[in-house]
């Protein structure tokens, strides 16, 4: 048997390490919604996630797993989105200090609300080396522990609590469809629900002009992403060596979605399910309108991964995807 970064006991420990500092998200339907899919949809909106992103079970659970002589020393990521908000949240809580490097190049509002958290900012050029060497740099002088946003064991096993609520939340699932950026979140998902139902299909939304996850799977092989290109900008990232032989194993298939059909998912996910979705959060539903599934009542879970963006690029996007 193949071993991977966790496995469904570790996701239990970590469930109950994080249980009471995450939210249980509710799970939302839409009748429009489910007709227009061709399936029985169920929306976990990860979007009311603490920090309006899944991420905050992930970077609690290392957080809290952290020693206390570990965690007196902080914690450290490279990031401009989610991960950076909830690790900076999750250390806060802790009451230990976060170190976020963020590229100049980060929105302000960004970087207001990791500094709202109490986290240091240190900014760097916009390149992922001199990301990683200024966190590096932090590391060696403040002796923190670097968290990397998914290819970390205990930050994937925190995603996975996402499967286990389901479970518990919709009765006889089918189908998770889930995002796909580094990978963390569907890997975490695909071990826990194959591990608790092995007949479950699970499958992985990407955006087209980000799918090395689509061309990994197609080839065999790793493959990283250069140059990536969509509106969904949490799914800009590469998989990484502990997140890929998941989604190359346990992952049934990914489906690609272009931008235009995220826009048009986010839309509708809006205006009908009243749900606010960030772009990213909204591939899963766009990649459930492409698939053909067996018949209506196929029970399909999507996860609404995040909900924050600016109000006034939402009603942009909507206009520039009325042109085309
Ligand atoms: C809203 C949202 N959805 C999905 C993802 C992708 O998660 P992962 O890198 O674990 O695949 C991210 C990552 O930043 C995100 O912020």
């Known amino acids: 048997m193949n071993s991977y970064a966790t496995d469904l006991s570790t996701i239990y420990e970590a469930y109950e390490r994080i249980k009471n500092v995450v939210h249980r998200t509710p799970v939302q339907t839409c009748r429009q919604l489910s007709r227009h899919g061709g399936a029985d949809i169920h929306f976990k909106c990860e979007n009311l996630q603490k920090v309006g992103a899944f991420k905050y079970r992930g970077a609690s659970n290392v957080v809290l797993s952290l020693s206390d002589q570990q965690a007196s020393?902080?914690?450290?990521?490279?990031?401009?989105?989610?991960?950076?908000?909830?690790l900076a949240l999750a250390a806060e809580q802790r009451g230990i200090p976060a170190h976020i490097v963020m590229p100049s190049n980060a929105p302000q509002v960004k970087q207001d609300a990791v500094a709202g958290y109490g986290a240091r900012i240190i900014l760097c050029e916009p390149t992922l080396e001199s990301r990683e060497t200024t966190a590096a740099a932090i590391v060696a002088e403040t002796d923190a522990t670097f968290i990397h946003p998914y290819n970390h064991a205990g930050i994937i096993s925190g995603q996975a609590t996402v499967a286990l609520e389901l479970f518990e939340q919709v009765s006889n699932l089918d189908v998770i469809i889930a995002p796909v950026g580094g990978g963390g979140l569907l890997s975490g998902i695909a071990i826990a629900a194959k591990a608790i139902n092995p007949a479950i299909r699970i499958v992985g939304a990407?955006?087209?002009g980000a799918d090395d996850a689509f061309r990994s799977k197609a080839s065999g092989q790793l493959i990283a992403q250069t140059s990536p290109n969509t509106v969904a900008d949490g799914l800009l990232t590469s998989l990484g060596d502990l997140t890929w032989p998941v989604v190359r194993d346990l992952v049934d298939e990914i489906v690609v979605v272009d931008d235009f059909q995220i826009i048009s998912a986010m839309k509708l996910i809006m205006e009908r399910a009243k749900i606010l979705t960030e772009p990213s959060g909204a591939v899963s539903y766009a990649a459930a309108v492409k698939i053909d599934f067996e018949s209506a009542d196929t029970s399909v879970a999507c996860v609404i991964s995040g909900g924050n963006m600016n109000l006034s690029r939402i009603s942009e996007l909507i206009e520039n995807c009325r042109d085309r």
């Open 73 to 86: 020393a902080g914690v450290v990521t490279h990031s401009s989105g989610n991960h950076a908000q909830a």
């Open 206 to 208: 990407e955006p087209a």
